[in-house]
């Protein structure tokens, strides 16, 4: 590992690696300031923020010039609730020793982490009072007033810092930045030309280098030619300088509170400002604080995921990187829910393995057949298995050792292979038939088929095509990013309940008709219409605020859902086992005239899932209340990997939203005899 290591979260280490981790910190050279920043970074990964603050602290002790431990004290300050103690303690020291440099440096680096701009400038000027040929504290004081906007001030602080040091790359970029923002582009590509000649891999130089030739009016060609090896094209450079500016401490948001006159600067990443930076805003003393208001998550961010990825307006959605057109044309589903869980696709052998551990897992336990038995005849499937999911919590009462990563293993395991089963004993339940176990000889969709239609015959043999259709519309289902029934398993989930309860959770949320329901919805309309040539007419009514389009339109796509595309050419396998559904024609020319019409388009009202997998569900001689059920057996994987995330991720806990109050206060107590 090179002294430049980068500190990024894991999850928290065992016993045994602490005391490796721990050896190996005896057996550092007490000089070495780069393996200090080493040991750093392998705590920071294990989750040891206490003892990373700590390594990365020392290593700048025995450096000031190493930039990457600062950067890394930063990291590890902004990734821990420790902040706040850091400071405290910080400013205990310098109370008893305010000429304590390396505590008026680590606080400056704290209160800037935390957005205190202010208070950073303050610590870092004492610093530069105490010694002022310190090239790395001009550039310190340099960076901060950088994100104050103090444009002017931040280049003479720069400049000193490169003329105490002029091999410093990383001050040579910040003059770089500061000069474009002041409209100089000639000065400032020249100072990112020599940052990326002292540093070629420095990208955020590079990419300045490139957007500031641009900005010179350099030919394309030049620009990419000079850049000096930074690989940026010039339609590549505008996208570089937001990166560079959202990863630069320069990334923020400067808020003025009209009610104070206050400003405030609130620290921007990946696109977002944290909610809890918004309580130091305030109007006095006894203030708790601003709040956000966001009654259903239409613009917040609760968690970091690496699962899913959707972008609405392109129309892509991919799983772990992998687009959904390429696992629905070459993975199966079990494929497919192991690379959601583990993060990669399984080699030949861990999925034969996977497999094999599933299929022998597909039976349920007597006593909840018997629970199941006790339901109406006529009970809705979905609350049949929402209460059987979670009953199996019951029976395997270790799960709830969710920091144990093979208890977690084998209940991942349970709840994929026991899924099917339970969907299809709620099925025939629903009908009045008697439940049928899986046959472990056939593929995960066809046992599911199996469990459903199996009648007298010894065995049964499940369609290919039919088999196929439904394997990919579980791929399809299988993970969606933070919709409802996901928010659903992370917040029960936050509470470290068993993984059972958390996917019941999920389940229960599903059972919505908003949610789970709406291509019974969609299905609905279309018999509604009935005939194609009912279409105009309902069309009209829909612009007239008279009928709903359903299956059209997304909370998060506002293009083509690429999902429809894939099941509209399932659907003729369907059909030509089962029969042409006369809703077919209606659903295909109600898809093109909506298409063909401005009002639809121009309103991102274009056909989503659920539009076609409906009548799918139909042909398979599904009840619409099965509907719901076969949409949750596919997000099982799903809701499995978030909820695996999310107890790995040390950012996590229990989830507890706010409120605006807004009933009555101090009111008095009136004895019920005297009520009018």
């Known amino acids: 590992m090179s002294a430049a290591a980068t500190a990024r ?130 550039f310190l004081l340099a960076e901060t007033l950088y994100n104050r906007g103090l444009h002017e001030e931040a280049l003479r602080s720069v400049k000193q810092s490169i003329e105490l040091n002029p091999d410093n790359p990383d001050a040579l970029y910040l003059i770089g930045f500061i000069l474009g923002d002041l409209g100089r582009a000639e000065e400032a590509a020249d100072a990112s030309r020599r940052a990326v000649q002292l540093n070629p891999t420095l990208v955020r130089a590079q990419a300045n280098l490139s957007l500031e030739m641009y900005r010179h009016e350099v030919t394309p060609s030049q620009a990419h030619k000079t850049s000096a090896g930074a690989h940026i094209t010039l339609g590549r450079a505008k996208l570089g300088r937001t990166a560079v500016a959202a990863n630069m401490r320069g990334g923020k948001l400067l808020v003025t509170d009209s009610r104070t006159g206050s400003s405030y600067e609130l620290p921007i990443t990946d696109g977002t400002v944290r909610a809890l930076d918004l309580r130091q805003i305030k109007t006095g003393e006894g203030d708790f604080g601003l709040m956000a208001y966001d009654p259903a998550y239409m613009n917040t961010a609760s968690c970091r995921s690496a699962i899913t990825y959707i972008d609405g307006d392109a129309g892509i959605l991919q799983h772990r990187g992998y687009s959904i057109e390429q696992l629905c044309e070459r993975s199966s589903y079990l494929e497919v829910a192991y690379l959601l869980i583990n993060g990669a696709l399984p080699t030949t052998s861990e999925l034969d393995e996977w497999v094999r551990d599933i299929t022998l897992h597909t039976f349920v336990h007597e006593n909840i057949k018997a629970f199941m038995l006790g339901f109406r005849y006529d009970a809705n499937p979905m609350g049949m298995l929402v209460a059987s999911v979670g009953a199996l919590s019951t029976f395997y009462p270790n799960a709830n050792d969710i920091h ?130 009912n279409i105009p007419s309902f069309l009209e009514g829909v612009k007239a605020g008279e009928e709903r389009l359903m299956g059209f339109g997304h909370r998060v796509y506002k293009n083509y859902d690429p999902r429809a595309r894939i099941i509209r050419k399932h659907l003729d396998d369907v059909f030509e086992v089962r029969g042409m559904s006369p809703l077919l024609k209606v659903a295909s020319e109600l898809e093109k005239r909506a298409l063909d019409d401005e009002y639809f388009t121009s309103r991102k009202l ?16 599904l009840p619409v209340a099965m509907f719901p059920v076969m949409f949750a057996i596919g997000r099982t994987s799903g809701w499995i990997a978030q909820w695996l995330e999310m107890v790995e991720d040390p950012e996590q806990k229990i989830a507890r939203p706010r409120q605006i109050y807004t009933g009555e206060r101090d009111r008095e107590y009136v004895p019920i005899e005297q009520r009018g």
Do not use: C, W
Request: hydrophobic share 40%; aromatic share 8%.
């Open 606 to 621: 274009y056909p989503n899932v659920d539009f076609y997998s409906g009548l799918i569900y139909e042909a398979l001689g």
């Open 404 to 533: 144990d990563p093979e208890v977690r293993r084998i209940q991942i395991i349970r709840l994929l292979a026991k899924m099917p089963t339970l969907a299809a004993f709620a099925f025939r339940h629903n009908m009045g038939q008697p439940y049928v176990y899986p046959d472990n000889d056939l593929e995960y969709a066809g046992n599911f088929l199996s469990m459903m239609y199996k009648m007298t015959e010894l065995s049964y043999k499940p369609d290919p095509r039919l088999e196929r259709a439904l394997d990919v519309l579980f791929i399809l289902h299988a993970d969606h990013e933070q919709n409802a029934s996901t928010s659903a398993v992370r917040s029960v989930g936050s509470t470290q309940v068993d993984p059972y309860t958390a996917v019941a959770a999920g389940v229960a949320a599903l059972y919505g008709p908003l949610h789970g329901g709406a291509n019974e919805a969609a299905l609905r309309m279309l018999q509604r219409i009935g005939t194609v040539e």
């Open 9 to 138: 979260p894991m999850a928290a280490a065992h016993g045994g690696e602490i005391d490796i981790l721990r050896s190996f910190a005896r057996r550092i050279d007490p000089s070495d300031a780069g393996a200090y920043n080493n040991l750093g970074v392998l705590y920071f990964r294990k989750g040891l923020t206490d003892e990373a603050i700590v390594a990365f602290s020392r290593a700048l002790a025995l450096d000031e010039r190493m930039h990457v431990a600062r950067r890394n004290l930063e990291i590890a300050y902004g990734e821990s609730g420790l902040l706040e103690r850091r400071l405290q303690e910080l400013e205990e020291r310098l109370r008893t020793n305010p000429a304590d440099l390396e505590a008026l440096v680590q606080s400056g680096i704290a209160e800037k982490t935390a957005g205190h701009l202010e208070r950073a400038h303050s610590l870092f000027q004492r610093a530069i009072d105490l010694d002022q040929d310190s090239s790395v504290l001009h």
